[in-house]
């Protein structure tokens, strides 16, 4: 029941940490942030001496192998938009980065396979089209970037997008 919500997560905290770091988090990080700790609270009027030599409460949450990958995978999508955002600000040089993150990261994928849950060939099938899409976009900075200028970009790559989600029956 909560595999779609860690999902999310790991998303969110791969998004955030990709910015800081251009790489991808661990999914043993991820389990690191996921450890809660608390204090007894008992009131005051039943503490004993005794109760302040209680080591504090740990609760922790686990993201499987399988939410990880599902979440790492959901997260080249932001990584996508991030690319053409990045176009449409007149930054040229972070979608090359991110498409060579995207490659290894689909390159990635297809070295697991389709051994896993369904959900992994579907969010597969959305990742390839994430990295087509950055790399489209990639192709077009380099062979078309020169004729086209800068504050045009992103109406380019929105147009393209477009075309090829139609394409594809999206």
Known sequence: AVSAGLQEYVEAVSFQYFIKTRSLISVEEINKQLIFTA????????????SHDKPPQ?????????????GVADLTGELMRL???SVGNGDIDTPF?????????YDGFTFIGNTGPYEVSKKLYT????LAK???????LKVRGSEIPKHMLA????????LIDQEEGL
């Open 127 to 130: 990742l390839k089209q994430s």
């Open 39 to 50: 204090e007894d609270r008992e009131e005051t009027t039943n503490m004993t001496s005794n």
């Open 97 to 105: 980065e991110l498409s060579q993150f995207l490659r290894q990261i």
């Open 83 to 85: 690319c053409i955002s």
């Open 155 to 162: 109406d380019v790559f929105s147009t393209k997008t477009e």
């Open 58 to 70: 740990t609760w922790s949450l686990k993201v499987t192998p399988v939410d990880y990958l599902l």
């Open 134 to 140: 950055v790399e489209n976009a990639c192709y077009t």
